[in-house]
C-alpha cells in the first residue's frame, strides 16, 4: 500500500447499507482534513470488489451488513491480502462482538448513531497513529510503542458541555438527519419526549458544530420560528 498520509489524504472506503446513514458517514468524512472518501458502498461483496479494484487505507465498515457480517467481511479482507485499517461501526453493545473486533485488529469502534464531532475525533486519533507508524524504521523503547498504539484511540474524558449527554445527543441528530425538513425545537421536543428549552440547547450545539443548519420559518404575519435542518 503505497504511503497516503505523506503523498495526500488517507483514502476511507465507507461501507453503509442504510441510504441516509451512508449519505451522512461519507458527507463527515469528507469533512476532515487528510481524509478522503474513495467510494461509498452498501454490501460486503462490493466493498471487497472496491478493495480489489481501489488502493483503500481504512474502511469505515458497518457491522450489519445485507449479505454478511462485518466481522466476517474483515476476515475476508484478511484472507484476500488486504491491508486497510478498519473503523467498525454498529448499533450492536454485546461485548462478544467488540472482543471479536479487537481480536482481529479493528484500529476504531463506533456506536450508532453518533455525530460529526464523534467521528472526526476517532478519525484525527488514526490519522496520529498512521502518522508515527511511518515517521521511522523502528522504536526504542516501550514507551514508544505504548505511544502508537494509545495514538489510534480516544481518551474518554467528555466532550460535551456540561450537563448534556451524548445518547441524548445521538437522539435529536438521528431525528434531524432522517427528517425531511427543517424541525423546530417544539418539534424535536414533542419527538425526543423531552423540553423545548433541552431540544433546542442540543439542537444549537449541533449547529455550533456545523452539522446542523438554522433557518427561519415563516408562517403568517407574526414572528418566524427558528428550525433547525440537518446539513446535507
Not at 59 to 88: E, S
Not at 110 to 135: C, H, I, M, N, W
Not at 140 to 167: C, I
Not at 175 to 199: F, I, K
Request: charged share 30%.
Amino acid at each position: 500500500m503505497a504511503d497516503s498520509a505523506r503523498t495526500g489524504g488517507l483514502r476511507v472506503l465507507v461501507v453503509e447499507d442504510e441510504p441516509v446513514a451512508a449519505e451522512a458517514h461519507t458527507a463527515y468524512v469528507g469533512r476532515v482534513e487528510g481524509f478522503e472518501v474513495v467510494a461509498t458502498v452498501g454490501t460486503s461483496q462490493a466493498a471487497l470488489k472496491t478493495l480489489q479494484d481501489k488502493e483503500i487505507d481504512v474502511v469505515l465498515l458497518d457491522m450489519n451488513l445485507p449479505d454478511r457480517h462485518g466481522l466476517d467481511v474483515v476476515r475476508a479482507m484478511r484472507a484476500a491480502g488486504h491491508r486497510a485499517d478498519v473503523i467498525a461501526v454498529t448499533s450492536a453493545r454485546d461485548l462478544e462482538i467488540v472482543r471479536a473486533a479487537v481480536s482481529l485488529g479493528i484500529v476504531q469502534y463506533l456506536l450508532k448513531p453518533f455525530v460529526f464531532a464523534t467521528l472526526r475525533d476517532r478519525l484525527l486519533a488514526y490519522r496520529s497513529y498512521r502518522e508515527q507508524l511511518t515517521g521511522g524504521t523502528q522504536v526504542g523503547t516501550q514507551a514508544e510503542v505504548d505511544e502508537v498504539f494509545a495514538s489510534a484511540r480516544v481518551a474518554g474524558e467528555p466532550r460535551l458541555p456540561k450537563g448534556m449527554g451524548e445518547e441524548l445527543l445521538s437522539r435529536v441528530a438521528r431525528v434531524l438527519r432522517e427528517a425531511d425538513g427543517g424541525r423546530s425545537a417544539s418539534e424535536l421536543g414533542e419527538v425526543l419526549g423531552v423540553s423545548r428549552v433541552t431540544a433546542r440547547r442540543y439542537a444549537e450545539h449541533l449547529c455550533e458544530t456545523k452539522v446542523v443548519l438554522r433557518r427561519s420559518r415563516y408562517a403568517g404575519a407574526g414572528r418566524p420560528e427558528v428550525e433547525y435542518l440537518w446539513a446535507r
